[in-house]
């Protein structure tokens, strides 16, 4: 036996060998789980495109605007648009010969469907386009369990502070208990990152900035297999998503404290993603950056292993 043969065999027998392979084996099972059982983040758009008579129309485009989403109908003219971040929407129908129809102010919501339908009439003129803007529908006909979901607009109005004093205004839960189950029985996920303090059983919800919300989804009852871990209740929490042309800016009371001018004046760094006035302290986004476009040493990989505790 060669003196590398050796070796190998010491340490594959030796206490140290196998402690090491028991410690591969442990992180596979911790990460495992965290790569297979990622929860949903994102909406559905689903609907049917026929004419005036009711009549299907095949390949149909149905598109997202101001954003790649988009879908051709079946032979059935349904269509289906997966993937779609949580928040409002135009969406746009159009066929040869037919009038475009824009449904305006669709609102999705994370791991749900939202089902828009679409007739159009026969276009006299080319090019001829109906806006129709959408009442938000008082109950879900997608919704199989009891789900509450607080929008943006709802979170900002708000008297209360903190995703927990939200939750605990929806109709079952009382100081973080859901319908009588230990505070610990619930799960709340943070753009699809479960966030539960694996020490003290409790959820990491003190970083959380209630500006970045787009919305908070909260179930009761009867939730899907997906969720795991949770006999109590689970809470979605997706971030805020910007898009191209949005405007932001500090608010006028925030102008005047020192710790944002200080930022301001020390960092005169130009981005081709973001166009900034430091003299208004308003800013436009202009388009997703790439990751090159980024030049802050940025660890993302470290920020999916805090999420993933």
Do not use: C, M
């Given at each position: 036996m060669t003196k590398n043969n050796k070796q190998k065999f010491v340490y594959k027998y030796s206490f140290g060998g196998r402690i090491m392979r028991k410690l591969r084996m442990l992180i596979a099972l911790v990460l495992l789980p965290t790569m297979m059982f990622a929860q949903s983040t994102t909406a559905k758009l689903a609907g049917v495109v026929a004419d005036a008579d009711g009549n299907p129309l095949v390949g149909a485009n149905v598109v997202v605007e101001g954003s790649n989403l988009g879908a051709a109908?079946?032979?059935?003219?349904?269509?289906?648009?997966?993937?779609?971040?949580?928040?409002?929407?135009?969406?746009?129908?159009?066929?040869?010969?037919?009038?475009?129809?824009?449904?305006?102010?669709?609102?999705?919501?994370?791991?749900?469907?939202?089902?828009?339908?679409?007739?159009?009439?026969?276009?006299?003129?080319?090019?001829?386009?109906?806006?129709?803007?959408?009442e938000r529908p008082l109950i879900n006909p997608n919704a199989t369990n009891t789900t509450?979901?607080?929008?943006?607009?709802?979170?900002?109005?708000?008297?209360?502070?903190?995703?927990?004093?939200?939750?605990?205004?929806?109709?079952?839960?009382?100081?973080?208990?859901?319908?009588?189950?230990?505070?610990?029985?619930?799960?709340?996920?943070?753009?699809?990152?479960?966030?539960?303090?694996?020490?003290?059983?409790?959820?990491?919800?003190?970083?959380n900035s209630q500006a970045a919300l787009q919305e908070i989804s909260v179930q009761t009852g009867g939730f899907s297999a997906e969720y795991g871990g949770a006999n109590g209740g689970i809470v979605n929490i997706p971030s805020y998503s910007l898009r191209p042309g949005d405007v932001i800016e500090v608010r006028e009371k925030s102008k005047a404290l020192e710790s944002i001018t200080d930022s301001v004046k020390a960092n005169s760094s130009s981005y081709e993603w973001l166009e900034f006035s430091s003299d208004s302290l308003k800013g436009t986004f202009v388009a997703v950056p790439e990751r090159s476009q980024i030049p802050e040493n940025i660890k993302e990989q470290l920020i999916v292993e805090l999420y993933s505790k």
């Open positions: 109908t079946d032979e059935l003219g349904r269509y289906y648009i997966l993937d779609v971040p949580v928040g409002s929407y135009d969406l746009r129908a159009e066929y040869i010969g037919y009038t475009t129809v824009i449904e305006s102010g669709v609102r999705t919501s994370v791991g749900f469907t939202t089902s828009v339908d679409f007739n159009l009439d026969v276009a006299a003129v080319a090019g001829q386009a109906v806006t129709v803007t959408r509450r979901v607080v929008d943006k607009e709802l979170i900002d109005a708000f008297a209360v502070r903190g995703v927990s004093n939200i939750v605990n205004l929806q109709t079952g839960v009382v100081n973080g208990f859901f319908r009588g189950s230990r505070s610990g029985d619930s799960r709340y996920y943070v753009d699809g990152v479960p966030v539960k303090d694996v020490y003290g059983g409790g959820n990491l919800l003190n970083g």
